[in-house]
């Protein structure tokens, strides 16, 4: 065996392209050289922001040896498959914008896998094109839902001004996430102009934005922390999560679960339910709880499509 194969160092992962990944060198005579990594085994189990421990195979090559201890990981996953999008993160950035409409539902999604972390992951919500006025009543509007329960929403628009933005990144690991067209490769740019993100025109006819990243990748700040910008999404499910966990990722009813009269309620149409008690208050909204109602069906079928 080589001297170059038996030489073991640390990095983290920068980016993320299936079984070929980019891995930026920590500490050491080394520290920043980029190498092109492979994993050992068949199946890949890493994510942009992942810490590994790498060995040598040439110059600019190695392959992944050991995953270290990750902080978190988030990640998506349908009763087939999963898709690991970052890990080790402190803040995670969901991105929508006035023009081309969002969907509120992957909002929340993208809420519940935060909150369903071993130690939860602070959320920001940034409304982007708020230049582009004409539709920014009905973005705040329908932006409500989750500011009334303790959502910060940052307001901006990516082509003019991003410094209230910058403020939220310094010292943090952040990750952008969000539907396709929302400006989060726009946002990557304006922060880190020397990313050279690929933007390109949103598609009017279908009022939904083109794909223009297609892995996640990770890019040091200036003014210090880091900022992982992701894949546009069109889906976010949580079928990993179980039924006490996906109840327990909506904020407002926390106090409230377990307190319906029938222990393994839906809460759907069961008398005395707590939760349906919270939305008739004004607890909780109605779009969250139609989200709620998504996911916990979603739940019962992915356990039913494994048998």
Known sequence: MSAAADTKLHGRIVAAFGRHYEVVLEGGERAGDKLRCFPRAKKSVYACGDRVEIALTGDKQGVIDELMPRDNILYRADAFKEKLIAANLTQIVIVVATEPSFNDELVTRCLCGAESQEVPIPALIVLNKCDITPALPAAREALKQFSSIGYPVLELSAMSDVSLLRERLIGQTSLLVGQSGMGKSTLTNALIPEANAATREISEVLDSGKHTTTHSRLYDLPEGGALIDSPGLQVFALAHLGTGEIEASFREIREVLGTCRFRDCK??????????????????????????????????????AKY
């Open 267 to 304: 809460h759907e149409k069961e008398p005395d339910c707590a939760v349906r008690l919270a939305v008739d208050e004004g607890r909780m909204s109605p779009r969250r709880y139609q989200a709620l109602l998504a996911l916990l069906a979603e739940k019962r079928f992915s356990v039913v």
